[in-house]
């Protein structure tokens, strides 16, 4: 039920420009930036993978994520001229997500 709600945000923000739904988005977005930049500044990664119900909402979404990235860390996102960045992405992994996650932590267990 709220994948549905999630994508109707997305789908009303981007496709029928409801101004509440972009709201929405772009508090999500603040947020969720917010958080990444807390554990950016503790790791220093060299890419950040974003994924979930949110994303087809596009820049709308990714743009105020970018920005409260931006605002709340040390370090810069891609596209600096200045030092070391880190990459953000926006990735689409489905309902195989946990799966996969579960299989890349344990391959970076077995390489280490």
Known sequence: MAGILRSTISSRARNEGDIGCRHVLADVAGILGRAIAGACNI????VIAVAGD???AGELFVQP????I???????????????????LMV?????????GAVGVALHQIGN
Do not use: K, N, Q, Y
């Open 43 to 46: 790791v220093d990664p060299e």
């Open 54 to 56: 949110f994303l087809p």
């Open 65 to 68: 994520l970018r920005e409260a």
């Open 70 to 88: 931006s605002r709340h860390t040390l370090i810069r996102l891609d596209g600096s001229e200045m030092g070391p960045t880190t990459e953000l």
């Open 92 to 100: 689409s992994f489905g309902d195989d997500a946990s799966a996969l």
